[in-house]
């Protein structure tokens, strides 16, 4: 059978040779579309090959940490699934702004993703100068993965229930020390949360990262820590921390004696650290289509799944993988985070 695109493009090629010479433009006109479908036909061919070398996934924080960790499972679920290798490239700085903004700006060609969690809807309001826009500056190929938080003391804090810790935050105010891992951290915006929770004020620390963050907490220089399951389980279950409250509806898998802050009396209290997959705006249909199979391959991998579950991690549902569920979520959190930093009156910049 012959070649649908070759035999358009063969009775173009006859119409420029009916064509009287008067008016030129019309034989211009059929000309532009014979280039213009050749075009098509080879940016297809391309697409349809996609991807022929690996695909670098950009993390905005640094090696080790939990966005780190969720990343790098899924590259290598996602590189089994596209044939090709997932690279993880961690750039670092001012809460994740320097890594969107990287991404933004790329080749859109799809070989340069972006992974970030929950703020990519606080930049806009924590950050008043940005280089990028969440919404307007990338496509959006879907959510990944729920990660809980959990609030961590040091290990010698008087307080032993979640509510003595209550309590003790309430009577001491801004003699508490709560650390995070920096401005636009999930950690930051978990403690933030914390504090309008109980109504009071402590005095926040900041660090330049989870990892020096949580080893001050254990090593009792800080007093208090919201960070993510992915990075607190194992320092719990070791005992070097105490272990106060999980920030979701339900109780962890690997926690299941620690209540909810909800059952601890913080009905309105409940973080999630959602992250979603982007890649640069006007990036390719078909290469999108691609890399949105790539990531529901990936989600469905027993031992990613597994991975994560570990650690208390829940791998989203499948009708939230998709670029549609990943916008309507960014856009809802960038209205929930921006009204609170309003009213918190933090700022990065």
């Not at 697409?47 to 499972?73: E, N, S």
């Not at 933004?104 to 969690?117: I, N, W």
Request: net charge positive; hydrophobic share 45%.
């Amino acid at each position: 059978m012959r070649n649908p695109l070759t035999t358009l493009i063969a009775r173009a090629a006859e119409v420029t040779t009916t064509v009287p010479p008067r008016p030129a433009f019309l034989r211009h006109c059929v000309l532009a579309l014979v280039a213009a479908v050749a075009a098509a036909g080879s940016f297809s061919a391309h697409a349809q090959a996609f991807p022929t070398k690996p695909v670098t996934l950009v993390i905005p924080f640094a090696a080790g940490g939990p966005t780190d960790l969720l990343g790098r499972a899924l590259a290598q679920s996602m590189g089994a699934s596209l044939g090709q290798a997932v690279i993880v490239e961690n750039r670092v700085g001012a809460g994740g702004t320097v890594a969107s903004a990287y991404v933004a700006r790329a080749t859109k060609d799809g070989y340069t993703l972006l992974l970030h969690h929950i703020g990519m809807s606080t930049a806009p309001s924590l950050y008043r100068k940005l280089s990028f826009d969440p919404l307007k500056d990338f496509e959006y190929l879907g959510q990944v993965a729920d990660v809980p938080m959990t609030v961590i003391g040091r290990p010698n804090l008087p307080a032993n229930t979640p509510q003595e810790l209550i309590a003790y935050l309430q009577r001491e105010g801004k003699a508490v020390n709560l650390s995070h891992a920096g401005l636009g951290a999930a950690s930051q915006l978990c403690g933030m949360l914390l504090q309008q929770a109980v109504g009071a004020e402590s005095t926040t620390v900041p660090f330049q990262g989870t990892a020096p963050a949580l080893t001050a907490l254990i090593g009792g220089q800080v007093d208090l820590m919201c960070d993510q399951s992915m990075q607190t389980v194992q320092h719990i279950k070791a005992g070097k921390v105490k272990l106060y409250g999980v920030t979701t509806r339900e109780r962890l898998k690997p926690l299941p004696d620690a209540p909810t802050l909800r059952e601890a009396g913080l009905k309105d209290f409940e973080v999630v650290v959602w992250h979603g997959l982007y890649a640069p705006k006007a990036t390719p249909a078909p290469v999108l289509a691609a890399l949105n199979t790539a990531l529901k391959a990936a989600l469905k991998d027993p031992a990613l799944i597994k991975r994560l579950d570990d650690v208390g991690v829940q791998v989203v549902k499948e009708g939230l993988q998709t670029p549609e569920a990943l916008h309507a979520q960014l856009s809802a959190e960038v209205n929930r985070w921006g009204a609170l930093i309003r009213q918190a009156g933090t700022y990065a910049d």
